[in-house]
Structures are given as structure tokens and as C-alpha cells.
């Protein structure tokens, strides 16, 4: 397994942002501010991996709706069946 290489780079951030990271390395939650920036820069990465992947499911549920529209598989709207549902599945959720 090939390591990883270390590129340096040179960041400015807010002077409110700057006591922010130097107070996490000070209360020892990181060993120094780099550790910090790494673990920012990761969890900035896994949330925009799991934007995309919620914006591809939304896309495609999306598109079966207009393709199920298109295709006439629709039923009426009802508002009470749809609440009662809402309902149902609440209470499940709560036990």
C-alpha cells in the first residue's frame, strides 16, 4: 500500500476562525492547527459526498415521479389519507 504524500499549502482564514483553531490545539482536542484544518477539510469532503448522493436519490425519485406522471400512474390527491399516513408512520418511528 502506497503512502500518502503531504502537500503543503498556506491557507488565511478569519482572525475569529484562527482562535478558534489555536484554542482546540491549546485545549489539546488536536496536536497542532494542521490537525486540525485535516479534520475540518475531511468531514467538509464526507458532507459533500453525502450531498451528492441525497441530491442523486432526490433526482431520481424526481424522475419516476414524472415518469410514472407520464406514464398515467397517478391516483388522486387526498390530504387525510396522506396525513394518516404521516400519522402511522410517526407512531411507528416513536416506539
Request: proline share 1%; hydrophobic share 45%; net charge negative.
Amino acid at each position: 500500500m502506497a503512502m500518502a504524500v503531504d502537500e503543503q499549502l498556506t491557507v488565511t482564514v478569519p482572525a475569529e476562525l484562527a482562535r478558534t483553531i489555536r484554542a482546540a490545539v491549546a485545549h489539546g482536542d488536536y496536536a497542532s492547527s494542521s490537525e486540525v484544518v485535516r479534520d475540518a477539510l475531511a468531514e467538509w469532503a464526507r458532507n459533500r459526498d453525502t450531498q451528492a448522493q441525497e441530491h442523486a436519490a432526490l433526482k431520481a425519485d424526481i424522475d419516476r415521479g414524472l415518469d410514472d406522471l407520464a406514464a398515467g400512474r397517478v391516483v388522486e390527491f387526498d390530504a387525510e389519507r396522506i396525513a394518516a399516513r404521516g400519522r402511522q408512520v410517526s407512531q411507528r418511528r416513536s416506539r
